[in-house]
């Protein structure tokens, strides 16, 4: 599986940003995704993950009610949607896909997209 982000960018705290994930592979539907961040100076971090099936999904307690994630395996696509931004939330934000079942531990992940940008500025 090969993964390819998008979306990222600068945004005002307040503001929103969709990032996309785009997945090559015929087996897209058996992976779970997870989704990560990492800012400047710390450690990578677990943001969300769904299941294969698009059936569970949890987040970190700093983004919940604030973030979606959300994935169509007909277009092979996985999409997070970020609310409410703050300035804590700057950081590289990366794609992930593991086999079957999903994972909080990063390295946990078969797969890795290269990452995207978001900047929150106040």
């Known amino acids: 599986v090969q993964l390819e982000e998008s979306g990222g960018g600068l945004v005002q705290a307040g503001g929103s940003l969709r990032l996309s994930c785009a997945a090559s592979?015929?087996?897209?539907?058996?992976?779970?995704m997870g989704w990560f961040r990492q800012a400047p100076g710390k450690e990578r971090e677990f943001v969300a993950f769904?299941?294969?099936?698009?059936?569970?999904?949890n987040y970190a307690d700093s983004v919940k009610d604030r973030f979606t994630i959300s994935r169509d395996n007909d277009k092979n696509m996985v999409y997070r949607q970020m609310n409410s931004l703050n300035t804590e939330d700057t950081g590289v934000y990366f794609c992930?896909?593991?086999?079957?079942?999903?994972?909080?531990?990063?390295?946990?992940?078969?797969?890795w997209g290269q990452g995207t940008q978001v900047t929150v500025s106040s």
């Open positions: 769904i299941d294969w099936l698009a059936i569970n999904t």
């Open positions: 592979g015929r087996t897209f539907s058996s992976y779970s």
């Open positions: 992930r896909a593991k086999y079957i079942p999903p994972s909080y531990d990063p390295g946990a992940y078969d797969y």
